[in-house]
């Protein structure tokens, strides 16, 4: 019995950060507010695209993850404005991109 028992919190207690890990950060509602004011005049929408991908076509691509969104808005591109993001905006709009799926 004894034993059980120490093995079920064994078992809480290693799994606890995988747990946290696992959680998605960011807001992705503060996300759509942000890409609003600076995203969305070049990605537009699903409905009415503009010179860049719609967030949704971005994130039904196989290779988007919160890992490779992340590098890539850390990253300078010739076609992309210079945007300086917080670690929290950025968080944001990952969220909300990946919310598009």
Same mark, same amino acid.
């Given at each position: 019995m004894h034993f059980r028992s120490l093995a079920s919190s064994? &078992?809480?207690?290693?799994?606890?950060?995988?747990?946290?890990l696992a959680q998605q950060a960011g807001d992705p509602a503060a996300g759509?507010?942000?890409?609003?004011?600076?995203?969305?005049?070049?990605?537009?929408t699903a409905a009415a695209p503009r010179k860049a991908l719609a967030f949704a076509a971005i994130a039904a691509m196989p290779s988007t &993850?919160?890992?490779?969104?992340?590098?890539f808005l850390r990253t300078s591109h010739p076609t992309?404005?210079?945007?300086?993001?917080?670690?929290?905006?950025?968080?944001?709009?990952?969220?909300?991109?990946?919310?598009?799926?």
């Open positions: 064994l &078992t809480l207690l290693l799994s606890g950060p995988a747990l946290v759509l507010r942000l890409a609003e004011v600076s995203c969305l005049s070049c990605h537009g &993850t919160a890992e490779s969104l992340g590098v992309m404005p210079n945007l300086v993001l917080s670690a929290a905006e950025r968080d944001d709009v990952i969220a909300y991109i990946l919310s598009l799926r």
